[in-house]
C-alpha cells in the first residue's frame, strides 16, 4: 500500500476510534444532563419548570460574556503548541486564560446580581425571579473556571476528561444530591440553582486536580522565559461561535418569559433539551475534532482536515437519524417521559428536530473556521445568525408562542451550519457532504 493511501487509512481509523472513544464519554450525558432535567421538571411542574428554565436560560446566556472565549482560544493554542513543540507556552497560556475569565466571571456575576430585580420586574415582568436570578449569579465563577480546564485538556488531546469537565459530571453530581430532596418533596427553583452552583464548584475541582496531573508530562524547560500568548483577541473572535450557540439555546426561553407564559416557556424549555440530544452527538464528535482541525492545519495538511471533517460529519448523521424520527414521528410520546402535561409540546419538537437535523448535516463546520485562521469569516458568520434568531423569535414567538420560538431557533441553527459550510468550502476546499455522498456512491 502507498505511503499516502496508508496514512490516510490509518487517519480515518484514528478519527472513527477518538470520534467513538468521544461519544462514549459523552453519553454518560444522557443518564446525568437527562437525569437533571427529569428531575427539575417532575419536582417543579411545568409552571415553575417554566421559571427554572426563564433563569437557567439568562445564566447561560451571560455565563458566556465570563468566558469570552478564551477557553477555545486555549484549546487552539495548546494544540498548535504541543504539535509544534512549543512546550514551555502551554502553562503560561493556562495561567493567563483562567486570570482573565476569573475577573470577567466575577464582573458578570456582579452586574446580574445588581441588577436582578430590575430585570425580573422591568423586563421579565416576574418579580418573583429577582432572588432565583440573584442566586443564579453565584455559579458564574466556578461554572468559567471549569471552562477554562475543561479547554486546556481538549488542547492537550485529553478530550474524555475535558467533556466530563465541560459537560457531563456537574449534572451527575446535581443529579446525586437533588434526588433525597425530590423524594422529600422539598425541591424548589431555589434549592434546583444553589445545587447547580455547588455542582459546578466541585466540577471546577475536579477540572484542577485532572489538568495538573496531566500538565506533569509536558516539559518545563524555557518556562520562565517564555511570553504568554495573546487570547482575549482570538478568544472574542471564537466568542462569536460560542455566543451564537449560547443564544440559540437561551434565548427563546428568555423572549418567552416575556413575551408568553411561564407554562410556554416550559413546554419549549423541554422540547428543547429533547432535541438536544442531537447536539450531544454533535457537540462529542467537534469536541474531538476540534483540537485536530488546529493541529492539522498548523501541519498545512489540507488532505486530513478533509478527511477529518466528513468522517465527523458522517458519524453523527448515522447516530442522530434515529433520534430525529423518533421526535418526528411520535413526539408526544417522547415528551411524557417528564410528566403529565408536557406532551403539549410536541408541535415545538417537531420543529426543533428538523434544525437539529440540519445541524447534523453541518457538524464541526463553524469549529472547522474556528480553529483554522478564518475567525473573521466566522464572526460573520455568526452575527447573520444571530440577526436571523432575534428577527425570528420576534416575527414569531409573540404569536406562536413555543411553536414560533422553536422556528426560530431551527432557522438559525441551518443558516448558521449551511453558511459556515460555504465558507470551508471556498477557503479551505473541504466539503464534507460531498466527499461522504462520493464514499457512499463510490465515485472518486
Request: with cysteine.
Amino acid at each position: 500500500m502507498p505511503d499516502a493511501a496508508r496514512n490516510g487509512a490509518q487517519h480515518s481509523a484514528s478519527i472513527v476510534r477518538g470520534s467513538l472513544i468521544s461519544l462514549g464519554v459523552r453519553l454518560l450525558d444522557l443518564p446525568s444532563r437527562y437525569g437533571f432535567h427529569l428531575l427539575v421538571a417532575a419536582a417543579l411542574g411545568v409552571v415553575e419548570t417554566g421559571n427554572f428554565y426563564i433563569v437557567f436560560s439568562t445564566m447561560v446566556a451571560l455565563a458566556g460574556f465570563g468566558r469570552l472565549g478564551i477557553d477555545q482560544a486555549l484549546t487552539r493554542q495548546i494544540a498548535m503548541d504541543v504539535a509544534s513543540g512549543r512546550h514551555a507556552a502551554v502553562r503560561s497560556a493556562i495561567r493567563r486564560a483562567l486570570g482573565c475569565v476569573l475577573l470577567a466571571s466575577a464582573a458578570i456575576s456582579a452586574l446580574l446580581a445588581s441588577g436582578a430585580a430590575a430585570f425580573a420586574t422591568h423586563v421579565l415582568h416576574k418579580p418573583a425571579l429577582a432572588v432565583p436570578l440573584m442566586l443564579g449569579a453565584l455559579a458564574f465563577v466556578p461554572q468559567n473556571a471549569g471552562a477554562v480546564f475543561a479547554g486546556a485538556l481538549a488542547g492537550l488531546q485529553r478530550v474524555g476528561c475535558s467533556q466530563m469537565i465541560y459537560s457531563w459530571l456537574w449534572p451527575a453530581i446535581f443529579c446525586a444530591a437533588a434526588v433525597p430532596v425530590v423524594m422529600a418533596g422539598a425541591m424548589t427553583v431555589t434549592h434546583a440553582l444553589l445545587l447547580m452552583t455547588a455542582s459546578f464548584a466541585l466540577a471546577a475541582l475536579a477540572g484542577a486536580f485532572l489538568l495538573k496531573r496531566f500538565l506533569e508530562a509536558v516539559p518545563r524547560t524555557g518556562e520562565s522565559s517564555c511570553e504568554p500568548p495573546r487570547l482575549l483577541k482570538p478568544g472574542l473572535s471564537l466568542f462569536t461561535l460560542e455566543f451564537t450557540k449560547l443564544l440559540i439555546t437561551s434565548a427563546p426561553a428568555i423572549v418567552l418569559g416575556i413575551v408568553a407564559s411561564s407554562r410556554e416557556a416550559g413546554l419549549f424549555a423541554l422540547a428543547w433539551r429533547l432535541a438536544l440530544v442531537v447536539n450531544l452527538l454533535i457537540s462529542g464528535v467537534t469536541g474531538m475534532a476540534a483540537p485536530r482541525f488546529a493541529s492539522l492545519f498548523a501541519r498545512h495538511d489540507r488532505d486530513g482536515l478533509q478527511r477529518s471533517a466528513a468522517q465527523a460529519t458522517g458519524i453523527v448523521l448515522a447516530l442522530a437519524l434515529p433520534f430525529t424520527l423518533c421526535m418526528l414521528l411520535v413526539p408526544e410520546h417522547v415528551l411524557t417521559i417528564f410528566g403529565h402535561g408536557y406532551g403539549a409540546g410536541a408541535a415545538a419538537l417537531r420543529v426543533l428536530a428538523l434544525g437539529q437535523l440540519a445541524a447534523a448535516c453541518f457538524t464541526a463546520m463553524p469549529e472547522l473556521l474556528g480553529m483554522t485562521a478564518h475567525t473573521s469569516v466566522l464572526y460573520r458568520i455568526n452575527v447573520g445568525s444571530v440577526a436571523v434568531l432575534l428577527l425570528g423569535l420576534a416575527a414569531m414567538a409573540p404569536g406562536g408562542g413555543s411553536v414560533g420560538a422553536a422556528a426560530a431557533a431551527s432557522l438559525a441553527v441551518a443558516v448558521n451550519g449551511a453558511l459556515a459550510a460555504w465558507a470551508a468550502r471556498k477557503l479551505l476546499g473541504v466539503s464534507p457532504l460531498v466527499t461522504l455522498w462520493r464514499g457512499v456512491s463510490g465515485r472518486t
